[in-house]
């Protein structure tokens, strides 16, 4: 069997940073802000909010809805980098706050914004192997505990969110069809939060850090590769795609990747004006308001791309259904 993504609900915080704060707060220019990084504002975790609040907010809404039973739930794969605690894994903490059944398999993965992209084929795998016919997963960040607000490299970008979704099965040739990953952990160092481990350095400090020129460039070299390697893998050109759902990292890049895969603007999906960079959570909320929007037709390509923390890499070709 293979396996299709069921249904995605997301939740965002209600505290919201506009681009003036962020004028007032560290300089960055409003308008440049809006233009080139293509975010108008973000949404921010309370104070005591907690990753595991969040994770259960938007796991509630897919259950409130209707369209789950919580009793056909067989595994609960929570994708974070801000866990509540070192030990224990935070899904364990939302299946008991869900109420899902104790023989469920939970665990988290730390990885950020390729979070999607790997964690939908690990799960995926338990349910086409006939193993699960049910997962959750849930991607759930909040970078601004760790966001210096006067850093003019993160302040701009980043916005916490946690998105739900539902895997389940389905006929043949539909849902995932294929995955590709990379990783290059020369780069371990060009996005990192030190002295949050084991490791420490008393000339660091325990804010996130980000070398966003590197980061780029590792963005735009290894991105049209991984997206041509899996479209010539399955016999395909990019004008087979109807949207690329990338990690919506920042306007400018997505713009320059869009140009370097000679994509059209119908083809590239940028949602992030009104969220920011939510990390792991970018591409299924991206991709839960283009479902909203009712153009998606049964057997329509999509191709979700994500990259960027460890530093790391993921596509998924997907046929909707």
């Not at 505290?15 to 990084?37: M, P, Q, Y």
């Not at 400018?252 to 940028?270: H, N, P, S, V, W």
Request: proline residues 2%.
């Amino acid at each position: 069997m293979s396996y299709k993504i069921e249904q995605i609900e997301y939740y965002l915080p209600d505290k919201i940073i506009d681009n003036d704060f962020l004028s007032i707060e560290c300089g960055i220019d409003k308008a440049f802000t809006e233009d080139k990084v293509g975010i108008k504002e973000r949404r921010i975790a309370a104070p005591l909010e907690t990753t595991s609040q969040m994770a259960i907010s938007a796991g509630k809404k897919l259950i409130d809805s209707g369209k789950v039973n919580v009793e056909d739930i067989d595994m609960l794969l929570l994708c974070t980098q801000n866990p509540d605690y070192r030990l224990p894994t935070t899904a364990c903490i939302v299946q008991d706050r869900l109420g899902l059944k104790t023989s469920v398999m939970a665990f988290d993965i730390n990885l950020g914004c390729s979070g999607f992209v790997y964690s939908l084929p690990i799960a995926g795998n338990f349910i086409s192997n006939g193993k699960f016919k049910k997962a959750m997963l849930i991607m759930a960040d909040q970078y601004s505990k760790i966001i210096n607000y006067k850093d003019k490299n993160t302040a701009s970008i980043f916005g916490d969110a946690a998105t739900a979704i539902i895997l389940s099965q389905c006929e043949e040739g539909y849902g995932v069809i294929d995955s590709n990953f990379g990783t290059d952990g020369s780069g371990w160092d060009k996005l990192i939060v030190p002295n949050t481990g084991v490791a420490f350095d008393n000339e660091k400090s325990n804010e996130l850090y980000m070398d966003g020129r590197e980061i780029f460039k590792f963005s735009v070299q290894v991105v049209p590769k991984n997206v041509n390697d899996i479209l010539e893998k399955n016999n395909l050109k990019s004008e087979d795609i109807k949207h690329f759902v990338f990690h919506q990292a920042n306007k400018y890049m997505l713009g320059e990747l869009k140009k370097r895969l000679k994509l059209t603007d119908e083809q590239m999906i940028i949602d992030m004006e009104l969220y920011g960079n939510t990390v792991s959570s970018t591409i299924p909320i991206a991709l839960k308001n283009l479902m909203e929007k009712g153009t998606l037709q049964k057997g329509d390509l999509l191709l979700f791309t994500g990259f960027g923390v460890g530093l790391s890499w993921s596509s998924v070709l997907y046929r909707y259904i």
